[in-house]
């Protein structure tokens, strides 16, 4: 029989791991929201925009409508794994609505 997924995550990456869904915030306004908080034990992460309005996404709390990485609505979205986008899976995350309130769907996979 084979490994679980379980078993081929701890082998991998040397630790138990943990999936945490919207750990933080599912919603960010047209004022700097942080979505998620520095994590050093956060391996990967994603962040979808489930709303009818575009959200900016940036590492720091001035991010604005015109300045960030831009996630489009209704499904822009963005993924981040530490074996290729380093020190960034771990840092703090914010985000400005432009348009209005817009909701996020975010997940993390954290070891512990």
Known sequence: MGKT???????????????????EVIQVEVAVTKVFNYNPNRLGLVLIN??????????KNDVTVGNGILLVANGGS????????????????????????ATIYTNETVSI
């Open 50 to 59: 489930t709303s009818g309005f575009p959200i900016l996404v940036g590492y």
């Open 5 to 23: 997924l379980a078993e081929l995550l701890h082998e991998h990456f040397g630790v138990k791991t943990s999936f945490n869904e919207n750990p």
């Open 78 to 101: 963005l993924s981040l794994i530490w074996n290729e986008d380093f020190e960034l899976v771990a840092s703090e995350m914010f985000a400005i609505a432009d348009g209005g309130a």
